[in-house]
């Protein structure tokens, strides 16, 4: 009797699982279900990118023309822009971005990179009025978003700065970028020995974890025969450039060159001056920086065209008045950029080397007079320029300290 009473108590609780395992297959089955089983991705992404190079001789309109973009359009891309940049100045090599919607292939915005700190956008953007709806483009700038890793290099100069730097693998832009901190202090042709040395600390900038190119120059020292010069860049409130340890400008009157580093890169010479090819011998107090015929010579200050054209032995020649005491003279020139009485400004190019009047070949013979006198260029003492006010002195070297530091 007993037994029977547990094979009907274990059938009944048999029935009870099997009733709600059918109910819930049921209940499950019975779910509707969605109307679009599709995944979605939301990283997938909605647009495409047309890109266009701006070439020679291209303008706006016959690039957007190109790219089978309305001239309604383009005029109305172009007019949006006007008061936030001017879309006739785009540069050669420069590519011009053009987004559009994946699914409707709608042409939704421009990307056109200004310079290596900003972008231009011009997006599409809808405004209701009444019944209908009108496309209308509108314009800004933005900060191109670089992520930025700070990098600190060193070297000792056997032959050049530029061959030790470039055999560490530094990007020859910020080779240049360093040496133009230094521009005011330092000829890079004529002043840099063999036991040199350097160390800087700069930005390196990445978009999406690629790297793009070198960005500020952040501090650097310079090791001149045993004397070190320091830079370091500073920017607040109203005041932004490059200072000394002692919160004095780098920037001076006088560039020490009249040839920007980039075209003097293969070392530096030393020794007295002798021109074989026409027997004579000179106390030439000058200093003769050779180049390539064509390389640009700039002004190495302000100043006042006072002579631009032939000059006997010194061939083509231009002269600058800076001030009442100094006046810079440039000769053996192929071709002159400027006119006598022309204002110049510092770096502002002047004419290019070449090996015109008593010249053996190509390169640039440069004089600084002082009161009248030849004076030599590179020992000449020159004031800085405007220094760090008072009020912001103590800020400046609290920001300089860890770069000091690093630079040790």
């Not at 790219?67 to 100045?89: E, G, M």
Request: no cysteine; proline share 3%.
């Amino acid at each position: 009797m007993k037994l029977v009473k547990n094979i009907l108590l274990f059938a009944a609780i048999l029935g009870l699982v099997s009733f709600f395992v059918w109910q819930s297959g049921r209940l499950k089955t019975a779910e509707p279900a969605p109307e679009d089983s599709t995944v979605v991705n939301p990283k997938a992404e909605t647009t495409y990118v047309k890109n266009i190079e701006v070439t020679e001789g291209s303008t706006f309109g016959k690039l957007m023309e190109t790219a089978s973009v309305s001239p309604l359009i383009s005029q109305a891309i172009f007019d949006a822009a006007q008061n936030v940049y001017d879309l006739t100045n785009i540069r050669l090599g420069r590519v011009i971005n053009l987004v559009y919607d994946k699914q409707t292939d709608e042409f939704k915005q421009l990307i056109y990179q200004i310079d290596s700190e900003e972008e231009l956008f011009v997006t599409r953007e809808q405004n209701s009025q009444a019944t209908t709806t009108v496309n209308v483009w509108a314009a800004e700038r933005k900060m191109i978003p670089y992520e930025i890793k700070i990098k600190t290099v060193e070297g000792t100069i056997d032959s050049s700065m530029w061959e030790s730097a470039l055999s560490q693998g530094i990007d020859e832009r910020a080779i240049i970028a360093f040496a133009d901190v230094f521009q005011w202090t330092v000829d890079f042709a004529w002043q840099v020995r063999s036991g040199d040395k350097y160390k800087f600390i700069y930005e390196e900038r990445y978009l999406k974890g690629e790297y793009i190119m070198p960005g500020k120059i952040l501090a650097g020292k310079f090791t001149n025969e045993g004397k070190d010069l320091f830079a370091f860049y500073y920017a607040k409130d109203q005041i932004e450039g490059y200072y000394d340890q002692d919160a004095n400008s780098t920037q001076k009157i006088f560039l020490k060159a009249p040839l920007s580093f980039k075209y003097i890169t293969s070392g530096f010479t030393t020794g007295s001056r002798y021109i074989s090819a026409f027997n004579i011998s000179t106390g030439h107090r000058a200093i003769d920086y050779a180049a390539a015929a064509g390389t640009p010579v700039r002004a190495v200050g302000d100043g006042t065209v006072s002579l631009a054209g032939w000059d006997g032995s010194y061939g083509n020649k231009v002269s600058i008045r800076h001030n009442g005491t100094y006046s810079t003279n440039y000769a053996h020139l192929s071709r002159i950029a400027v006119k006598r009485g022309q204002k110049v400004t510092q770096g502002q190019i002047i004419g290019y080397v070449g090996s015109t009047g008593l010249s053996t070949g190509p390169h640039l013979h440069y004089e600084m007079v002082k009161n009248g006198t030849k004076i030599n260029p590179l020992l000449e003492e020159l004031p800085s320029g405007e220094a760090i006010k008072e009020e912001s002195r103590q800020d400046y070297f609290e920001t300089i300290k860890s770069w000091q530091e690093q630079l040790r």
